[in-house]
């Protein structure tokens, strides 16, 4: 093959998933921050009209969960009739049920109790709230240790969001999308952009040229690095000619349908379920950030270029079922220290990995679009590395050099 190249997506927050994903974490947190232990799976759907909020929520907070559906649409942008789907008229259906009995048995035991509180048996008595696998996963090709593509295509979506908030571009609506295709050198090392696509949704009067020539200006320019744009790069800006039909009003939306988008754009594995609408308790979404920890600590103390990490679950069993490192031949220290590291420094039971990520506060509505990893927010505590972890390794990483 000629050239090695990658590509990854990234869609706004209009993107009618990401409504949904909007939703059902905009409820998790309210949810959360009147009652910290509630359990939480919550779905949302969304079409032409209307809203449908359905799963099982557990818990002692009171919320007005219609409010909360029209309150994330409208500031998502959808405020108004004639972009085809309004937070103000727009029907709200909703059909929540309680957890399973079967479910909450495995995980019951015990959650009275506050996870900093817990004594060593309390926390092993609280089991995960599903079986499965997940994974993370770090690189040290940019700087917030995610993979070329998808970080960049994050950046242009949110960009594309900024001009159209900030009133930078009026005529554009709150649907859209980002594509980066990325030439790799035999080292596994960006060193081009080979194709960049960016699609829409627009006001009908504005012409295609216009369009054409702002994206270029305020979001092309912007954020994309010169250094890796030569003349056979390629640019594609709504290559359909026409994006006025979007969000919910063009296509069903759904909870969950973007776990991709939410991780790392392809490059690395995804297991287990989706993250939106889902308390902590789901390892579907915790086990994942913390892998995501893990791998992020191993490569940032350079014990390895890139990692993934998965990490396995059986519903109602505390600790992990098994814990697997790859390095794929980056580790500079063999990778069963690096397993054994990681039994040292981290507690992987469902009730540890909410206390040390600080998991029973209203921290998720932000991870519902531009991605769960690689983000700077306070909130995103997942992707602070735990310092003592972290100079432990490094140190091991020093000794190596010495022998």
Not at 200 to 212: F, L, N
Not at 220 to 235: G, Q, R, S, V
Not at 261 to 281: E, L
Request: aromatic share 8%; hydrophobic share 40%; glycine share 8%.
């Amino acid at each position: 093959m000629d050239k090695r190249l990658f590509t990854s997506e990234s869609v706004t927050e209009g993107h009618p998933d990401k409504v949904c994903d909007a939703v059902s974490d905009a409820i998790l947190d309210a949810l959360m921050a009147q009652d910290p232990m509630s359990r939480v799976a919550c779905e949302t759907a969304a079409c032409t009209g209307f809203v449908l909020v359905t799963g099982e929520i557990t818990s002692k907070a009171d919320i007005d969960i219609p409010k909360i559906v029209r309150q994330t649409v409208n500031e998502i942008g959808y405020n108004d009739a004639a972009t085809g789907f309004d937070g103000n008229t727009c029907a709200v259906m909703v059909a929540v049920d309680e957890q399973s009995a079967d479910i909450a048995m495995g995980v019951d035991k015990a959650l009275e109790a506050k996870e900093n509180k817990m004594s060593d048996e309390e926390l092993e008595a609280i089991g995960a709230g599903d079986q499965g696998m997940m994974f993370g996963y770090a690189t040290n090709e940019t700087e917030e240790y995610m993979p070329y593509p998808i970080s960049l295509a994050h950046k242009l979506a949110l960009q594309l969001t900024k001009v159209r908030k900030d009133g930078t571009l009026k005529y554009l609506r709150p649907d859209g999308k980002t594509q980066v295709s990325v030439e790799y050198d035999e080292a596994g090392k960006p060193v081009r952009l080979e194709a960049v696509v960016l699609s829409t949704q627009h006001d009908p009067d504005v012409t295609q040229e216009q369009i054409h020539n702002d994206i270029k200006k305020y979001v092309f320019d912007e954020i994309l690095p010169k250094d890796m744009i030569d003349a056979e790069t390629k640019f594609f800006i709504n290559p359909t000619g026409r994006f006025v039909i979007g969000g919910p009003h063009g296509d069903a939306g759904l909870t969950g349908r973007k776990i991709i988008v939410d991780t790392y754009g392809g490059y690395a594995r995804h297991g287990g379920g989706a993250f939106s609408g889902k308390d902590a308790t789901k390892v579907d979404r915790s086990a994942a950030y913390m892998a995501r920890n893990i791998a992020k600590t191993i490569v940032e103390a350079g014990a390895a270029h890139r990692c993934e990490i998965q990490l396995s679950y059986a519903i109602g069993v505390a600790r992990p079922v098994s814990i697997y490192v790859e390095t794929y031949g980056t580790n500079t220290i063999p990778e069963a220290d690096i397993f054994h590291w990681i039994e040292r420094c981290y507690d992987l039971r469902p009730a540890g990995i909410i206390k040390a990520l600080g998991l029973r506060a209203p921290v998720f509505g932000k991870t519902a679009a531009y991605g769960h990893f690689g983000r700077e927010d306070a909130e995103f505590s997942w992707e602070k590395c735990d310092p003592k972890a972290l100079a432990e390794l490094k140190s091991m990483v020093e000794d190596a050099k010495l022998r």
